[in-house]
């Protein structure tokens, strides 16, 4: 049935569709039409076909940013998301000084990356580092080392430190599971049940939709990661913590536009892909899922 | 009807307000006087920042109401250089703005209309205010599109409080006696050299390994393929640096800072960097830089070579509009000429592509005067591995190096790691 307001719809809309189409669908277009082309930003485009991709694919370090960065979006999703889930079940059920933990959990969110990033340098350091000089204290200094400068250590070593920061997920996890109604917790207690099983019973399914829109949207983080990683390695020692965002970086730095581009089409694609995937995953069989991704 | 009209006229502001605020942000203000913006990275911290500042003041100054230039402060150099090249791909290229000039940042000639051409300003006497070989250093195809400025020789800066305390009586001439003076220096408790795999061009490192190819290959060392066996040997060389304690525990993955950390801190006995670092060594570090000697790496083949190479071009946007241009050149021979160029000099230490002459009476900073006879005394001037490759392959040499000195790679795949990445 058409609208008799459909001018009106329009006009309203044409300022947001004008952005929309400006700044996310012709560079998207833009990105993808040049990924297939020979091109450093400045010269004339030259259509290359395949080659950008067939060379990123057949490249080891292209290869190993690939599985760091689906690492980072697994590490995310399945171990971050349900520590955050965890602290926000605790912190609901209000124990004494939750509002302080509240406070102290969220605080990295506010924080700037690059300070972070500082202050993990400074506890990581080979030479005058906190965790070193603590192994030391304790009696395990064979167990000291150049943590972000030795190829084994150096990539569990910057996940570790972006996985505590829960704060964000546990904030709307904690709302969402502030809108459950208590007397759900009252009759069950009244059954014998006891907090785990609440959790279990009560909790979980009801945050279902909240739990699958934050994993997808760790998973999307995940899949994009670049900020700590630069930071901290800028994806060394010899590769081992590149992720994607690095080396399209770096291939803009040496105006190779058009390689840049295929790592950014790859990018936009294997992201997709991953929402996609767990939105299948979470909601076949269930059409009561409020997840909103 | 009235709401269609507000709507109507909401719309129009909406669609409207980009263009009159891309507009208000333009070239021209007031009574025609031209805005020049200049974003650099010569601000906050960096040595040359206040007299930068300070000329630019004097030039607004002396052209009030013709001309202004307005400095956009960007201190980070990478992402200064990155912001760059998006820009210039774009097309929207600054009023001013500097560069390192290297393989990838010299494709920026290749545009048409891109940058502004300097050649017929700089055939007149302005020209003669540069060292002999600059202007044709900067010069593609005839065409001048930027104005060489500041120059870089890194010689080897040696802490000889801690060689003396080493029991080092000189400075290592070859690197058997390099190595020598480094078991020394490790037994009094401190660290021979400071290296550095991290940051975008593992810069320290570079560097050093730069000198020992010089030493190795001699003056024609770049002619060279990057397979070469002169390269495979630096790179044992370099490969050794990293061994034995013969450099600090965060070298691997370290950046700028902890290189040049460990020197500040006179933790470190041998240093490589530029003459820009000069301020920094006489405000932050007093001692060291009263106990630093400047002097050559080590010879092999070769002795005597220095490493020195084109630092930072000035360059400008195209543009048709002739007063525009005037208002550019103006800036430009400001900035390049001598007794300005002197005063950067003496504040920050750097050295410039631009000549000046220093009074008898005058105080030249004792660093920048060693660096000086340094260079004088060189054998011969190589550049630097930088300056020989695009970023990409720089950035390799880093990744490359952390692999070699973690022991997962030999001298020759890292030399083939490096090869692999050039296109």
């Known amino acids: 049935m058409r609208n008799k307001n459909w001018k009106q719809i329009l006009l309203f809309l044409a300022p947001v569709l004008v952005l929309f189409v400006a700044y ?62 965890g602290m926000a079940m605790i912190l609901a059920r209000k124990p004494k000084g939750w509002k302080m933990f509240r406070t102290v959990y969220f605080l990295p969110n506010v924080i700037s990356q690059v300070a972070l990033a500082m202050m993990w340098l400074a506890i990581y350091n080979a030479e005058h580092g906190i965790l070193n000089s603590f192994l030391e204290l304790a009696g395990m200094s064979g167990l000291t ?6 190829m084994t250590t150096a990539f569990p070593a910057v996940i570790i430190q972006q996985i505590f920061y829960i704060g964000y997920f546990m904030i709307v ?43 997808t949207l760790a998973l999307a983080y995940g899949m994009r990661h670049f900020e700590s990683t630069y930071l901290m390695t800028n994806g ?22 058009g390689e840049a581009n295929a790592i950014g089409s790859i990018l936009i694609i294997f992201g997709g892909a991953t929402i996609a995937l767990i939105r299948w995953l979470f909601s076949r069989n269930d059409n009561t899922s409020d997840s909103v991704q | 009807m009235r709401t269609k009209r507000i709507i109507l006229i909401l719309a129009l502001v909406l669609f409207a307000l980009p263009g009159m605020i ?44 013709k001309y202004q230039v307005v400095i956009e402060a960007n201190p980070d150099y990478d ?43 700089l055939a007149g006497d302005w020209g003669d205010n540069f060292v002999s070989g600059s202007i044709e250093g900067a010069t593609i195809k005839g065409e001048t599109k930027s104005v060489p400025f500041e120059v870089g020789y890194t010689p080897v800066w040696y802490n000889m409080d801690i060689m003396e305390a080493a029991g080092v009586k000189s400075i290592p001439a070859t690197y058997d006696e390099f190595f020598a003076a480094a078991e020394k220096i490790k037994a009094a408790g401190f660290i021979p050299t400071s290296q550095m795999t991290g940051g975008t061009n593992a810069w320290t490192s570079m560097l050093w390994f730069s000198h020992i190819a010089a030493s190795l290959g001699g003056p024609k060392v770049w002619d ?66 009263a106990a630093t000697k400047i002097g050559p790496a080590p010879g092999a083949a070769f002795s005597g070579a220095q490493i020195g190479f084109p630092q930072t071009n000035l360059a400008a946007g195209y543009t048709d509009d002739p007063r525009k241009k005037e208002a550019v050149v103006a800036f430009m ?66 990744q490359a190096l952390a692999k070699m000195a973690l022991g997962r790679a030999t001298p020759e795949e890292f030399v083939q790691q490096i090869a692999d990445k050039i296109r």
């Open chain 1, 24 to 85: 996310f669908v012709y560079p998207l277009g833009f990105v993808f039409v040049t990924s297939f082309t020979d091109w450093n930003g400045i010269g004339a485009m030259e259509f290359s076909g395949l080659d950008n991709y067939l060379g990123l694919f057949g490249d080891e370090t292209f290869r190993t940013s690939l599985g760091n960065n689906i690492t980072w979006a697994l590490v995310l999703g399945f171990v971050q998301i349900p520590l955050a889930a």
């Open chain 1, 145 to 150: 080392r150049n943590w972000l400068g030795n």
């Open chain 1, 173 to 215: 996890i904690l709302a969402s599971r502030m809108g459950i109604s208590e007397s759900y917790y009252e009759a069950a207690e009244i059954d014998g049940a006891n907090i785990f099983q609440q959790e279990r019973h009560i909790t979980i399914p009801m945050l279902k939709g909240i739990l699958i829109t934050t994993m």
């Open chain 1, 236 to 257: 060394g020692p010899a590769h081992a913590t590149s992720v994607m965002g690095i080396l399209l970086y770096r291939n803009l730095g040496a105006l190779n536009y």
């Open chain 2, 22 to 65: 891309w507009a208000a942000g333009g070239q021209e203000t007031g009574d025609q006087e031209i805005v020049l913006k200049w974003p650099t990275i010569w601000v906050g911290e960096d040595s040359k920042a206040a007299t930068v500042a300070a000329l630019v003041d004097e030039f607004n100054e002396m052209y009030a109401g």
């Open chain 2, 79 to 121: 992402a200064y250089r990155n912001k760059l090249n998006s820009q210039i791909a774009a097309g929207v290229v600054p009023d001013l703005f500097v560069f390192n000039p290297d393989p990838t940042s010299f494709s920026f000639y290749e545009g048409k209309d891109l940058l502004m051409d300097f050649s017929a300003e």
């Open chain 2, 224 to 289: 060279k393929p990057i397979t070469d066996p002169v390269f495979v040997q630096a790179a044992e060389i370099l490969q050794m640096m990293y061994a034995d304690g013969n450099t600090s525990k965060d070298a691997v993955g370290g950046d700028a800072g902890v290189a040049g950390g460990h020197f500040l801190a006179g933790r470190s006995a041998m240093f490589i960097n530029g003459p820009w670092y000069i301020g920094r060594v006489r405000s932050d570090a007093p001692d060291v830089y």
């Open chain 2, 333 to 398: 021979r400001w900035m390049t000429k001598p007794e300005n160029v002197k005063a950067i000099a003496f504040d920050s230490g750097a050295m410039f592509a631009v000549k000046y002459s220093v009074a008898a009476g005058e105080k030249v900073d004792q660093l920048q005067a060693q660096f000086m006879n340094a260079v004088n005394d060189a054998s011969f001037v190589n550049s630097h591995f930088q300056f020989n490759f695009t970023t990409d392959v720089v950035a390799e040499f880093g």
